[in-house]
């Protein structure tokens, strides 16, 4: 016996079998003890529907229980007939007609998706209201995202945001603070960023080669585990203490250090802890963090992109604004912990929480609910079935869209020196720059989820681009010194931090359109390769903005001298060229309806759409691994010092 209704309906006969006499209530049962139903703890199914206190063991069930959901589907009570027997009775049986009519059916009357547990028998102290916000009624239990077996999903998106946020300030100045050049500056920042390069290799490995049975539960542990051992190494074989780069710094400044290069205490790295972290060693272990960090990370998107095809229609797009906003919540939280925790207690101090929060994650990973040992289509069928998505022109047409928007929000790479030289502001509001834009991204993600995540996704994209060129424009106003009586910093932050709002509200309407792009079975590599091509636009256009520095005169001597004239130019041609993307807007899909629409098309299949949209996406690999690669071999090779 595989279960038991809530509620049942019951013969005059069936109750006699119990030895007693017919209820007055339909629905109770009297001294059900006397049944042998299988169940251990020798009592009714659902003991916990109360049973009466006078010692009659009467059971007494509500009468608007007459239907659960079971494995996703709505079932209801139907009359038991005289001849059936109860030790038969069988909760999962769903046939329906035909003489053997069993006691379960599907329900013709609720199309309700179903949530995996419902308040009345959860023993639950919250609430209502508050279980079925933790706990959605209208979705099925794995999307549920605050279940014991899936909340190291969303913990997983939280710790890739802390750990961005612990790590940025990290590696921006501790180098710095070891005398860095620039060349070894862009090296340290080269290799921690390196390993997202392997996205799409990651996802293709998971996809095809399950570890100890499972596709993403043990490679997640894996990465999270790299990542904690590459910041164990900088702790057990380097003093990270401010005192040691005070003496280096001494023994270098009084020649006494002169012979002990770089190279060589790198040599003598694990050998001994008396002294600060080479440049090489330093770099080593943000590579191996790099790997794990990226890693997990596309462990914790393919199983979005798995469950995200379980939502119903109502809520599509709600798992991955969740998930997002735990995401940039952390990243919100922990950029100026980790300033205030450099400065008051030292590198160290940041390195030990990089290197135990990973860990904190193990138990969660550990009790995620996923299939063992599902049966995994061959390398070449996932090869084959990924080349005829990227061939539907649902695919390659709306992707074209992104790639082709992201390359065009072209910034202004001589802004941060203007605030610096001409406005003279100090690093702490530099900083604060920072700090607000990470907030206003995740207030960003929050609006769209709340209030624009119903709308056509061309409607976002066309009213944040137009919003976004006319807060661009007002940093012409700030150049000319027209503020409206507000602080230059004030104005500053305004505009700054009102773009990165805008940017929230963008990032999410493209990642859920990537999900319902990625075929079943291919998750991990599609999605990576869909994020990898996103993701390489934003290089090309950093590549870019670069090269119109020299197109006007906008160097730190000008700005000196008072010339802001090639500032006004490259502000004004920037905003253009971002605010130029709204001319491909059409490419995108309105909605998801529209997105399936173009499943069917007339074009759909295009080997040429197909091999475009590949060679865009392996030639961007290929970019980024060439300038990782310049950064780490010759080091300078773009004019730093």
């Not at 006078?54 to 007494?60: K, P, R």
């Not at 100090?426 to 993600?445: D, E």
């Not at 399936?596 to 961007?620: C, E, P, Q, R």
Request: glycine share 8%; with cysteine; net charge negative.
């Amino acid at each position: 016996m595989n279960g038991s209704p809530t509620s049942r309906y019951i013969s005059e006969e069936e109750i006699a079998l119990g030895g007693g006499a017919p209820p007055s209530n339909p629905f109770s049962v009297n001294n059900d003890d006397d049944y042998d139903d299988g169940y251990a703890n020798g009592d009714d199914a659902y003991p916990e529907n109360g049973e009466a206190k006078n010692g009659s063991n009467l059971e007494l069930w509500k009468d608007d229980i007459r239907s659960q959901n079971r494995n996703g589907h709505s079932f209801e009570m139907v009359p038991l007939s005289k001849e059936d027997d109860l030790g038969e009775f069988n909760y999962e049986n769903e046939d329906e007609g035909g003489d053997d009519a069993r006691h379960v059916r599907r329900s013709h009357q609720s199309n309700t998706p179903f949530s995996g547990d419902d308040y009345a028998t959860s023993n639950t102290f919250l609430p209502k209201s508050v279980y079925q916000y933790i706990f959605p009624p209208t979705v099925p239990r794995a999307v549920q995202l605050c279940r014991p077996e899936n909340i190291a999903v969303p913990a997983c998106y939280l710790l890739v945001g802390l750990l961005q946020g612990l790590s940025g300030p990290f590696t921006n100045v501790y180098p710095l603070d070891l005398n860095a050049s620039e060349a070894q500056q862009a090296t340290i920042s080269s290799l921690k960023s390196l390993p997202s390069t392997f996205k799409l290799a990651f996802g293709f490995l998971s996809d095809n080669v399950p570890l100890c049975g499972y596709r993403r539960k043990s490679y997640m542990l894996l990465g999270w585990a790299i990542t904690s051992f590459s910041m164990c190494l900088l702790l057990f074989f380097s003093d990270l203490s401010m005192d040691a780069v005070e003496l280096q710094n001494n023994q270098e400044g009084s020649g006494g250090g002169g012979d002990d290069d770089s190279a060589g205490r790198y040599q003598r790295q694990l050998q001994s802890t008396a002294y600060p972290p080479s440049i090489p060693f330093l770099s080593f272990s943000l590579l191996l963090f790099g790997t794990g960090f990226w890693f997990a990370d596309v462990m914790g998107d393919s199983i979005v992109a798995e469950k995200a095809k379980l939502e119903p229609e109502s809520s599509r797009g709600h798992l991955q604004s969740t998930c997002y906003a735990c995401r940039f919540f952390g990243l919100m939280i922990a950029a100026p912990l980790s300033t205030v925790i450099y400065s008051s207690y030292g590198p160290r101090a940041v390195v030990v929480l990089m290197a135990g929060l990973p860990a904190s994650i193990v138990p969660l990973v550990y009790i995620l609910k996923e299939t063992k040992n599902v049966q995994v289509a061959s390398t070449k069928d996932q090869c084959s079935e990924i080349w005829n998505t990227v061939c539907s022109r649902a695919v390659w047409q709306p992707m074209g869209f992104v790639y082709l928007y992201n390359v065009l929000q072209v910034g202004n790479a001589a802004w941060k020196q203007y605030l610096k030289t001409v406005l003279e502001f100090t690093s702490n509001q530099l900083n604060s720059l920072l700090i607000v834009a990470y907030i206003l991204l995740w207030l960003g993600i929050m609006a769209y989820k709340k209030f624009f995540i119903k709308w056509s996704w061309r409607t976002v994209y066309i009213s944040t681009t137009l919003l976004n060129g006319i807060f661009s424009a007002l940093q012409i106003l700030l150049i000319k010194g027209i503020t409206f009586g507000l602080s230059p910093f004030l104005f500053a932050l305004g505009d700054d931090a009102f773009a990165d709002f805008i940017g929230g509200i963008q990032f999410l309407p493209t990642t859920i359109m990537m999900v319902h792009l990625c075929p079943s079975g291919s998750e991990g590599a599609s999605y990576a390769m869909f994020t990898t091509m996103s993701n390489s636009a934003y290089t090309v256009s950093t590549a870019f903005s670069t090269l119109l520095l020299g197109v006007w005169d906008v160097s730190k001597e000008a700005m000196e001298r008072g010339d802001l004239s090639g500032m006004i130019n490259l502000t004004a041609l920037t905003t253009l060229i971002q605010v130029s993307g709204v001319l491909f807007v059409g490419l995108l899909p309105r909605t998801k309806e529209d997105l399936a629409n173009l499943h069917s098309d007339g074009m759909s299949g295009s080997k040429i759409g197909g091999f475009i949209f590949l060679f865009v996406t392996f030639a961007s690999v290929l970019y980024s691994l060439v300038i990782g690669a310049l950064n780490i071999i010759s080091p300078g090779w773009a004019g730093e010092s």
